[in-house]
């Protein structure tokens, strides 16, 4: 029983954001977990090993963008419940305050193949919502034009 996490260094990821540091395709490292333990541990190593500040809040969720949301679940959670043998997860860090990203960003190599294949879903993703959210408000105006027109 065990789960992909894939990532860089959170020290790596944060010199890529702030000053355009290329990082090589290679530079994204695999963490083999067994999740056969209360979630709160996952956690705790996850963020050891990946050297996260205790104040940096993070996320994980799988390479088709499903969010995990680990803050909303119990510490004392079975891995088992929540994580998929041999899924592929990455580590998403908040880029908002109430800690939903719209737009999930993975951390890793900016120049990997993974990176590009993730936000290119995620492009899709917001663009199929926007037209939703379009057609919705248009289906809405139109109900209310043919009700007031009919009220006249």
Same mark, same amino acid.
């Given at each position: 029983?065990?789960?992909?996490?894939?990532?860089?260094?959170? &020290?790596?990821?944060?010199?890529? +954001?702030?000053?355009? $540091?290329?990082?090589? @395709? =290679?530079?994204?490292? %695999?963490?083999? !977990?067994?999740?056969?333990?209360?979630?709160?541990?996952?956690?705790?190593?996850?963020?050891?090993?990946?050297?996260?500040?205790?104040?940096?809040?993070?996320?994980?969720?799988?390479?088709?963008?499903?969010?995990?949301?680990?803050?909303?679940?119990?510490?004392?959670?079975?891995?088992? &419940?929540?994580?998929?043998?041999? +899924?592929?997860?990455? $580590?998403?860090?908040? @880029? =908002?305050?109430?800690? %939903?990203?719209? !737009?999930?960003?993975?951390?890793?190599?900016?120049?990997?193949?993974?990176?590009?294949?993730?936000?290119?879903?995620?492009?899709?993703?917001?663009?199929?919502?926007?037209?939703?959210?379009?057609?919705?408000?248009?289906?809405?105006?139109?109900?209310?034009?043919?009700?007031?027109?009919?009220?006249?």
């Amino acid at each position: 029983m065990f789960f992909f996490l894939k990532y860089i260094d959170i &020290e790596m990821y944060q010199k890529q +954001e702030e000053k355009n $540091v290329e990082i090589s @395709n =290679n530079g994204n490292k %695999t963490l083999l !977990i067994n999740p056969n333990c209360p979630i709160g541990i996952i956690k705790d190593y996850l963020q050891n090993q990946l050297l996260i500040p205790d104040d940096q809040p993070f996320d994980l969720c799988t390479e088709k963008g499903k969010q995990i949301k680990l803050n909303e679940i119990s510490v004392i959670e079975s891995g088992l &419940e929540i994580l998929k043998e041999r +899924e592929i997860y990455y $580590v998403i860090l908040p @880029n =908002n305050l109430d800690e %939903t990203p719209s !737009i999930l960003t993975p951390l890793l190599s900016k120049q990997s193949k993974e990176y590009s294949d993730f936000m290119l879903l995620q492009k899709k993703r917001s663009s199929i919502i926007k037209m939703r959210k379009g057609s919705s408000t248009k289906s809405r105006d139109a109900l209310s034009n043919s009700s007031s027109t009919t009220k006249q």
